[in-house]
T-cell receptor, first 111, second 113 residues
Framework: GQQVMQIPQYQHVQEGEDFTTYCNSS?????IQWYKQRPGGHPVFLIQ?????EVKKQKRLTFQFGEAKKNSSLHITATQTTDVGTYFC???????????FGQGTTLQVKP | NAGVTQTPKFQVLKTGQSMTLQCAQD?????MSWYRQDPGMGLRLIHY???????DQGEVPNGYNVSRSTTEDFPLRLLSAAPSQTSVYFC????????????FGPGTRLTVL
């Protein structure tokens, strides 16, 4: 069934350092979504990737979808304290009607 | 638009009590779902609905019931609360199906003693 594994679970960085979280699936994904949840808040949609090898950028955030559509990554360049939170990938593949989330990566940024 | 609203924000129950978590959206979204969030477990899908009158089970449906009598509302019922159901519950909605952008409510923090 649908299952996405996300690593690492936690990441502590110094402000200005880069950060990457990875999402992997044993099955081919038709699309992958990324969400951010600030501490005490609710998940907020960031982006959706659909095409093999797709790369999308939002300011300092770069999202990639693997060529085989079995993995995805989110890279943040030069982290800021406003980047603090938990980042989730989610698999909305197939016709199951289910959106399945990875376990999330919690990012802490030291000023 | 209010978006996705959830009530209550906080709730404390005793083991065995029942209650309903309310979720409503005013965006005319067909798809609605319920997730629970526990430390280290991410967001786990409880139940979902692709339209009024249609519901289905997610990853962790045991102990929870849902119904979808209208497009706007998707309540989650705990029939006999257990301490294992202590969690933060999020409702979400979207146009179409699960592959579209999900809009989340602010969440309900539930504690079962």
């Amino acid at each position: 069934g649908q299952q996405v594994m996300q690593i690492p679970q936690y990441q502590h960085v110094q402000e200005g350092e880069d950060f990457t979280t990875y999402c992997n699936s044993s099955t081919t994904l038709s699309n992958i979504q990324w969400y951010k949840q600030r501490p005490g808040g609710h998940p907020v949609f960031l982006i959706q990737l659909v095409k093999s090898g797709e790369v999308k950028k939002q300011k300092r955030l770069t999202f990639q979808f693997g060529e085989a559509k079995k993995n995805s990554s989110l890279h943040i360049t030069a982290t800021q304290t406003t980047d603090v939170g938990t980042y989730f990938c989610a698999d909305g593949s197939g016709n199951t009607g289910k959106l399945i989330f990875g376990q999330g990566t919690t990012l802490q940024v030291k000023p | 638009n209010a978006g996705v609203t959830q009530t209550p924000k906080f709730q404390v129950l005793k083991t065995g009590q029942s209650m309903t978590l309310q979720c409503a959206q005013d965006m005319n979204h067909e798809y609605m779902s319920w997730y629970r969030q526990d430390p280290g477990m991410g967001l786990r899908l409880i139940h979902y609905s692709v339209g009024a009158g249609i519901t289905d089970q997610g990853e962790v449906p045991n102990g929870y019931n849902v119904s979808r009598s209208t497009t706007e509302d998707f309540p989650l019922r705990l029939l006999s609360a257990a301490p294992s159901q202590t969690s933060v519950y999020f409702c979400a909605s979207s146009f179409g199906l699960a592959e579209n952008e999900q809009f989340f409510g602010p969440g309900t923090r539930l504690t079962v003693l």
